[in-house]
């Protein structure tokens, strides 16, 4: 059995390097407006827009194995280990057909991310990091999510520190090499995407 998955998993990380794929980890706080801006750069830059926390829920919702233990471990509050992340990612990646890629919410903790490197062996070509200040973050999911269980004030103070934490190192790391582009977060949707295109536009008319 272990034969098999490691020749599956060769497979995956091979095809994906030879493919010389582009990747792009999105990172910010929970209500600091990434998937909005995600939605944004899919439509205008023709990136495929993958989420880490998407693609866990919808292998839960198959039924398969892999999605029961996925259940479980969250269930019984463990962190999913990064190899299942990742291989889930890598299967979306190949699915997609594309060869740019917009990674959000992944990689959460410096563990995520050396395995990721150490799985697919692709480095990413920068890190998007929408930094918003925590009051405004707050007021978004407070205002947006009204009602919900898990967004009472005390629940969304939890999950920014849970982020600041975990996924810091991982900014700082990539902030050593020059790859950490940041963006101001706090502002009008609009004028946000304006400066996303600064990031994306050159990059794009050189590729043309």
């Known amino acids: 059995m272990g034969a098999v998955v490691d020749a599956v998993n060769q497979d995956?990380?091979?095809?994906?390097?030879?493919?010389?794929?582009?990747?792009?980890?999105?990172?910010?706080?929970?209500?600091s407006g990434k998937g909005t801006q995600c939605a944004n750069i899919v439509e205008h830059f023709g990136y495929t827009h993958l989420s880490a926390g998407d693609l866990l829920r919808a292998e839960i919702k198959s039924g398969s194995e892999n999605g029961t233990m996925i259940q479980e471990m969250i269930r019984e509050g463990k962190i999913v280990p990064?190899?299942?992340?990742?291989?889930?990612?890598?299967?979306?990646?190949?699915?997609?057909?594309n060869d740019k890629f917009?990674?959000?919410?992944?990689?959460?903790?410096?563990?995520?991310?050396?395995?990721?490197?150490?799985?697919?062996?692709?480095?990413?070509?920068?890190?998007?990091?929408?930094?918003?200040?925590e009051e405004e973050m707050e007021r978004r999911i407070l205002s947006r999510n009204q009602g919900r269980e898990d967004d009472n004030v005390e629940t969304i103070?939890?999950?920014f520190k849970v982020f600041l934490d975990s996924s810091l190192p991982v900014i700082q790391h990539y902030e050593a090499k020059g790859k950490v582009r940041k963006i101001d977060a706090a502002r009008p949707i609009t004028e946000v995407f304006e400066s996303v295109k600064a990031i994306f536009a050159p990059k794009n008319e050189k590729a043309e």
């Open 157 to 159: 103070r939890k999950r």
């Open 12 to 31: 995956l990380n091979g095809s994906l390097a030879e493919k010389k794929s582009t990747v792009v980890f999105v990172l910010g706080g929970p209500g």
């Open 82 to 97: 990064s190899e299942v992340t990742i291989k889930l990612l890598q299967k979306a990646m190949l699915r997609s057909g």
């Open 102 to 133: 917009l990674i959000d919410g992944f990689p959460r903790n410096e563990e995520n991310r050396a395995a990721f490197e150490e799985v697919t062996k692709i480095e990413p070509a920068f890190v998007l990091f929408f930094d918003c200040p």
